[in-house]
């Protein structure tokens, strides 16, 4: 028998095996270094691709600052300079917050119902007071334009100082002959309504510049809604944006206890100096009435008419109240703010209050015992008054002012008064100033509608 070869067939095979497998390790290491290789390579062409695009976009100083040929070295003082800018933007200034300013207790009385006058109270200085109808200047031969105001002359504006009897110029003033109405025109049956008014809650909307505010039903008391007249005076404009709004008068003309009342041919372009008319005019406006109370656009009533003409007027045995100025006292800061604020034209408020100094204006004092108002200049939204004939002169005055410079009846107030009192030393007028912090605790203010 043969001898058997297992061991050189086995030796064979295992060195082909050996063989075998050195090959497919190689070939498997060939095989795992390409994906390496591919991934190397999509980095680096990833890495190329962003960096060509990221020099395209900003260029060579997002990478290399400071290396162009042009750029500038900075000094000591460019450096200063752009520190102090730095710090000047990480510190921006903060901005001033709006002082607030808060009602304070008013004592009332606790009902409204059946008020009664004391008996003592009328006694104020008397004299006649009668108004211009209508000037005696031939306006078609001198081409002078009618005007609601009329053509008051400094000798007259100089003599309607005096309280004593006499005949002033207080608005509503007529043209000649044959041409119409200077304006405030309004519907006879107004008239006949206003006519029959002794108790006056009055307040004026033109030129759609406000919202229409209600005064608060549930505060007013019975006799107040059956004897007190509570008159919104707009304009035509106005009464269709109220309309719009869903607020219609109805067949009574009125809206909650507004009784509007419509005003045609309005005699200003200016719609604040128009509305001067009804807040210091109403007794021209009202014949019949003993007590008006004036309430500016921005404020909705939440006291009781009675009540308020108990404690400003009765109380303090005053025929006209008005609240002081909750931060200004001086005319002259009260230039400063009107012209600050672009509040009317620069000029006219210097024309105005040049004429004023010129005329004896003081300062105001806070330290002078004597000192007649607790402030010249006052917080004008809210007045009460008892239609007396030196407290209707003031208006008057007061009106004048306003008619013949601005419309900043803030800036002619303390002079017109002080003036009246200087022109009647011994005739008292009796004007109750009181804090605007009670001003704050009888009415709720609102912001004037934006343009």
């Known amino acids: 028998m043969l001898p058997e070869r297992r061991g050189v067939f086995g030796g064979l095979d295992q060195s082909k095996v050996a063989d075998q497998n050195n090959d ?52 000591s003082t460019d450096v200063k300079a752009v520190s102090v800018e730095s710090k000047t933007m990480e510190q921006p200034k903060k901005k001033l917050r709006r002082a607030r300013f808060y009602p304070c207790k008013v004592e009332l009385q606790d009902s409204a119902e059946a008020p009664v006058e004391p008996k003592t109270f009328w006694k104020f200085v008397k004299f006649s007071l ?14 002078i334009t009618p005007r609601f105001g009329g053509h008051q002359t400094l000798e007259e504006r100089e003599q309607s100082f005096n309280a004593v009897n006499q005949t002033v110029h207080c608005g509503f003033v007529k043209g000649f002959e044959g041409v119409s109405n200077t304006g405030f025109d309004l519907d006879k049956e107004d008239k ?10 009055s ?46 008068p109805d067949e009574k003309r009125s809206i909650g206890l507004w009784r509007i009342v419509v005003v045609s041919n309005l ?7 128009t509305g001067k008319v009804p ?29 308020l003409i108990e404690h400003f007027l009765w109380r303090n045995k005053a025929e006209y109240a008005i609240s002081n100025h909750y931060t200004r006292h001086c005319v002259w800061d009260e230039v400063q703010q009107n012209k600050r604020l672009n509040k009317y034209n620069h000029t006219a408020i210097d024309q105005q209050f040049l004429f004023y100094q010129s005329d004896g204006l003081p300062k105001f004092d806070p330290s002078d015992p004597n000192k007649p108002l607790p402030s010249y200049v006052p ?5 009460v008054r008892a239609h007396t ?39 008292r007028f009796a004007l109750h100033m009181f804090k605007d912090c009670e001003r704050r605790a009888i009415t709720k203010l609102f912001h004037h509608r934006n343009p």
């Not at 008391?221 to 106005?238: P, R």
């Not at 005699?267 to 100096?273: G, V």
């Not at 210091?280 to 009675?306: E, G, N, V």
Request: glycine share 4%; hydrophobic share 40%; proline share 3%.
């Open 24 to 75: 497919y390790g190689l070939l498997a290491v060939r095989r795992s270094r390409r994906p390496g290789r591919m991934r190397l390579l999509f980095w680096i062409f990833s890495f190329a691709a962003l960096f060509s695009i990221c020099i395209a976009t900003f260029g060579f100083k997002m990478f290399f600052h400071g290396v162009e040929e042009h750029q500038n070295i900075l000094t």
């Open 130 to 143: 009668q108004y211009i109808v209508r000037e005696n200047i031939e306006t078609h031969v001198n081409h």
């Open 192 to 201: 006949m309504y206003m006519n029959t008014c002794t108790v006056v809650v």
């Open 203 to 248: 307040s004026c909307i033109f030129g759609s510049s406000d919202f229409l505010r209600r005064p608060t039903s549930k505060m007013i008391s019975q006799y107040s809604k059956e004897n007190v007249c509570f008159i919104m005076f707009v304009d035509n404009d106005t009464l269709v944006k109220l309309s719009k709004e869903g607020s219609v």
């Open 267 to 273: 005699p200003y372009d200016d719609m604040r100096k």
């Open 279 to 307: 807040k210091f005019l109403s007794h021209r406006l009202f014949p019949s009435a003993r007590y008006s109370i004036w309430l500016d656009s921005k404020l909705r009533l939440h006291t009781d008419p009675m009540l």
């Open 379 to 383: 917080e004008g939204s809210f007045i």
């Open 389 to 427: 004939p030196m407290s209707n002169l003031f208006s008057c005055l007061w009106f004048n002012e306003v008619d013949r410079f601005t419309s900043r009846d803030q800036l002619s107030f303390g002079y017109t008064f002080l003036k009246l009192k200087r022109t009647n030393p011994d005739k």
